[in-house]
């Protein structure tokens, strides 16, 4: 059950997937249609990154994977403190 998972994340649709996800929302973002810190950039932001984490720790790439790792986390920080805030209004 889990090896076609795993023979997925090692393909190349994941990394461009991930790639398109980030940079779909970075040209967005440049281009006035999104702002950093909305919603919907941050999610694009997160689900690239997290992709591409996945694929950097699997085929040991071990700079990309730290950098892929962090970026996620600061996506999912962002999107935890709009919801922080959302709450408390």
Same mark, same amino acid.
């Given at each position: ?7 997925? #994340?090692?393909? &190349? ?6 790639? @398109? $996800?980030?940079?779909?929302?970075? $040209?967005? &973002? ?15 932001? @997160?689900?690239? #990154?997290?992709? $591409? @984490? %996945?694929? #950097?720790?699997? %085929?040991? &790439?071990?700079?990309?994977?730290? $950098? &892929? @790792? ?20």
């Amino acid at each position: 059950m889990i090896g076609p998972i795993i023979d997925f #994340a090692h393909s &190349e649709v994941v990394a461009y997937l991930g790639m @398109a $996800l980030i940079l779909t929302a970075f $040209l967005l &973002e440049t281009r006035n249609f999104l702002n950093s810190k909305s919603p919907t950039y941050l999610w694009m932001m @997160a689900g690239g #990154a997290g992709l $591409l @984490a %996945i694929r #950097a720790y699997l %085929i040991d &790439e071990w700079a990309f994977f730290i $950098l &892929e @790792a962090v970026w996620f986390g600061a996506a999912v920080m962002g999107l935890w403190a709009l919801s922080t805030r959302n709450s408390d209004d």
